[in-house]
T-cell receptor
Framework: GENVEQHPSTLSVQEGDSAVIKCTYS??????FPWYKQELGKRPQLIID?????GEKKDQRIAVTLNKTAKHFSLHITETQPEDSAVYFCAASPRVGYSTLTFGKGTMLLVSP | EPEVTQTPSHQVTQMGQEVILRCVPISNHLYFYWYRQILGQKVEFLVS????????KSEIFDDQFSVERPDGSNFTLKIRSTKLEDSAMYFCASSEAMASGNIQYFGAGTRLSVL
C-alpha cells in the first residue's frame, strides 16, 4: 500500500521567515495530495491541496509543489506568523474511485515572534 | 460553517469493555470515515462507509470494530472488547463524494484511553 514520509518532524522559524515541509510517497498511482493543519486541541483542517495534473498551487502565503517523477510534494509557507504554529500533515490519496487518505507523521511548526 | 461533531471528546474505559464513539457528519455528505492516531504516530485510516455499508477497511479494522449509521445523522464506531493498544485519538471525517480529490472534513476527535 501507499507509504507517506514527512520531514522534518519539528521546524522552528522566526516570524517572517519561510518554512518548507517535505513529503514523499510510494504509490505512483496516487493523484491527490492534501495538506492539513492541526492546532493544539483542534480538528485537522485542510489548508491546501494539489492534484497530480498540476505542478504547483498557491493560496496567499501558502504554496504546494508536486514532483510526480520524484514522488514528492512540499508545503511552502512564506512570511510566517505566530498563528501559523501548528502541526501540519501531508497526505496522499490513491487511484480515482477511492478516497482513503494515507498521512505523513506530521510536522510541528513553531513560529517565534 | 458546517462541522463534523464528535462525542465524547475524551473516553476512559477499562480493558475488555465495549465503547461506542459517536460522530455527526456534515448533513449533505454521503461518505464517512474513521481514522485513528496513536500518540506520536501517523493518522491511520480505519474504515470508509457509504450507502449503509463499508466501502473500504484497513488491516487495523478487525472483527473487534464495527461501524453503523443508526439514524439519519449519527455515524458510530464500536470497539467490542477494548485493548490497551486501542488507546488513541479517533477522528471521524465526512466528504460529499468518494472520488479521489474530494475534501474530507474532520471532527475534533475522541481521545480513547484504555486502562
Amino acid at each position: 500500500g501507499e507509504n507517506v514520509e514527512q520531514h522534518p518532524s519539528t521546524l522552528s522559524v522566526q516570524e517572517g521567515d519561510s518554512a518548507v515541509i517535505k513529503c514523499t510517497y510510494s504509490d505512483s498511482a496516487s493523484n491527490y495530495f492534501p495538506w492539513y493543519k492541526q492546532e493544539l486541541g483542534k480538528r485537522p483542517q485542510l489548508i491546501i491541496d494539489i492534484r497530480s495534473n498540476v505542478g504547483e498551487k498557491k493560496d496567499q502565503r501558502i504554496a504546494v509543489t508536486l514532483n510526480k517523477t520524484a514522488k514528492h510534494f512540499s508545503l511552502h509557507i512564506t512570511e510566517t506568523q505566530p498563528e501559523d504554529s501548528a502541526v501540519y500533515f501531508c497526505a496522499a490519496s490513491p487511484r480515482v474511485g477511492y478516497s482513503t487518505l494515507t498521512f505523513g507523521k506530521g510536522t510541528m511548526l513553531l513560529v517565534s515572534p | 460553517e458546517p462541522e463534523v461533531t464528535q462525542t465524547p471528546s475524551h473516553q476512559v474505559t477499562q480493558m475488555g469493555q465495549e465503547v461506542i464513539l459517536r460522530c455527526v457528519p456534515i448533513s449533505n455528505h454521503l461518505y464517512f470515515y474513521w481514522y485513528r492516531q496513536i500518540l506520536g504516530q501517523k493518522v491511520e485510516f480505519l474504515v470508509s462507509f457509504y450507502n449503509n455499508e463499508i466501502s473500504e477497511k484497513s488491516e487495523i479494522f478487525d472483527d473487534q470494530f464495527s461501524v453503523e449509521r443508526p439514524d439519519g445523522s449519527n455515524f458510530t464506531l464500536k470497539i467490542r472488547s477494548t485493548k490497551l493498544e486501542d488507546s488513541a485519538m479517533y477522528f471521524c471525517a465526512s466528504s460529499e463524494a468518494m472520488a479521489s480529490g474530494n475534501i474530507q472534513y474532520f471532527g475534533a476527535g475522541t481521545r480513547l484511553s484504555v486502562l
